[in-house]
């Protein structure tokens, strides 16, 4: 079944500063990736997705994650913070087997220092 | 549009008692999810829909059921709540089978069973 891993359960980086939010997946075939936010006591909005193409894909709020097949990770980057960043964030494969539901990584948590 | 909507927003219950959960969309979506929110969890699939009348199980359907009489409707039933069962819930919808489309969640629903 897919799978989705995320290695950081909590980072924290300063504001301004760049991010980097890892993400592994476990899959044979090319996957579909998603990347999703959650603000404290929040649903979850989506910021990017790949599915087959360009293997760095650009979202909203500056974020971009790069697709990278040898390595099996799906990585989300930010060049500079903002302290409004602060949230959790999931990376997610859809499973085929299941009407493209999500698996979910158990999600890594920013905090953002002034 | 108002998008994915649940209700209740929150709700206590003690255990054995029994609750239904509603999510509604408006958007003429297809599939329609129930997953559950655990901390350090990550979101974990309950059950899963692909059309009006149909329901599928998901990673975690055991304490719960699920209906879809009317295509914008889904509703997830607890007959007998315990304290496990304490959560976070999110509805979530998308438009299609193709693999590249949206899911669009909900707000969530808090439950405490006590």
């Known amino acids: 079944a897919q799978s989705v891993t995320q290695p950081d359960i909590h980072i924290t980086v300063s504001e301004g500063a760049s991010l980097e939010l890892r993400c592994n997946y476990s899959?044979?075939?090319?996957?579909?990736l998603f990347w999703y936010v959650q603000s404290p006591g929040q649903g979850l909005q989506l910021l990017l997705k790949y599915f087959s193409g360009d293997t760095l894909v650009q979202g909203i709020k500056g974020f971009e994650a790069e697709f990278k097949r040898s390595q099996s990770s799906f990585n989300l980057r930010k060049p500079s913070v903002h302290w409004s960043d602060a949230a959790e964030y999931f990376c997610a494969v859809a499973s085929i087997d299941s009407g493209y539901a999500l698996n979910f990584g158990k999600g890594t948590s920013l905090l953002v220092t002034p | 549009n108002a998008g994915v909507t649940q209700t209740p927003k929150f709700r206590v219950l003690k255990t054995g008692q029994s609750m239904t959960l509603l999510c509604a969309q408006d958007?003429?979506?297809?599939?329609m999810y129930w997953y559950r929110q655990d901390p350090g969890m990550g979101l974990r699939l309950i059950h899963y829909s692909v059309g009006e009348g149909t329901t599928a199980k998901g990673e975690v359907p055991d304490g719960y059921n699920v209906s879809r009489l009317k295509k914008q409707n889904f509703l997830l039933g607890l007959e007998s709540a315990a304290p496990s069962q304490t959560s976070v819930y999110f509805c979530a919808s998308r438009k299609s089978s193709r693999a590249q489309e949206t899911q669009y969640f909900g707000p969530g629903t808090r439950l405490l069973v006590l």
């Open positions: 958007m003429n979506h297809e599939y």
């Open positions: 899959y044979g075939a090319t996957p579909y």
